[in-house]
């Protein structure tokens, strides 16, 4: 293996650990996302604390670190859709997600990395997520959970990937990416543990759309009325 492959790691987990989620609500609002809410620095809690542009930008931005870690994969010498190249992708993607939760740029506080898990497993295998999306909507509107919908749809993604697509696959890359995708499904189950019980007490917050900022104090709303 070249020299070269191994400092993609560390690339791969740096901009998996820049968070906008942070760095947006302390540059323009001057406050920590992780200080209100859930406390958590995605995209459902700001889009709770700052409202839902902001929320969407830092989706779209989280979902970008997935897909810039798997696609480091093309900088090595491995051929595209072989069981090497998308073992190269996993193991990147996967790094950019460990940056995104223990993010060393900020105190290794970070998010639960479902918009970045959503941007690995884009860049690997497009044709799964957009069936996975299609689920998280449906489970959404039934029951305004972010976090169960997003949870139930990461969950079928093996199903998909092990049956639906099975037959489609390269078989020299149908291991790799069958036990990529149950370990990514463990991810989720595991970084979202505090939710599963949340929502077994029936406590976990649901989705409403908000305009502003709305749990914070006052002293702060006024921060966000006159932004820096």
Not at 46 to 72: H, N
Request: glycine residues 8%; proline residues 4%.
């Amino acid at each position: 293996m070249h020299l070269w492959y191994l400092l993609l790691l560390p690339l791969s987990y740096i901009i998996g650990s820049f968070s906008p989620a942070i760095r947006f609500g302390k540059f323009f609002y001057g406050i920590d996302v992780r200080d209100y809410g859930s406390k958590n620095p995605g995209a459902n809690n700001v889009q709770r604390v700052l409202g839902w542009k902001p929320a969407l930008f830092v989706f779209l931005f989280d979902t970008f670190k997935g897909v810039a870690g798997a696609s480091l994969a093309h900088f090595t010498s491995f051929e595209t859709g072989t069981n090497m190249f998308v073992g190269a992708q996993i193991v990147l993607g996967l790094t950019a997600v460990l940056g995104h939760i223990f993010p060393v740029l900020h105190q290794f506080k970070g998010g639960k990395g479902v918009a970045t898990i959503t941007g690995v497993l884009w860049a690997i295998h497009p044709h799964a997520v957009l069936i996975c999306f299609g689920i998280f909507l449906i489970m959404f509107l039934i029951t305004r959970y972010v976090s169960l919908s997003a949870i139930i749809s990461i969950t079928l993604f093996p199903f998909f990937v092990n049956s639906l697509f099975a037959l489609w696959l390269d078989p020299k890359v149908t291991l790799t990416l069958k036990i990529f995708s149950i370990i990514i499904a463990i991810v989720i189950w595991l970084t979202h543990i505090s939710n599963i019980k949340r929502i077994i007490k029936g406590k976990e917050e649901k989705f409403r759309l908000n305009k502003g900022i709305a749990e914070v104090p006052e002293e702060v709303r006024t921060i966000y009325r006159n932004p820096r």
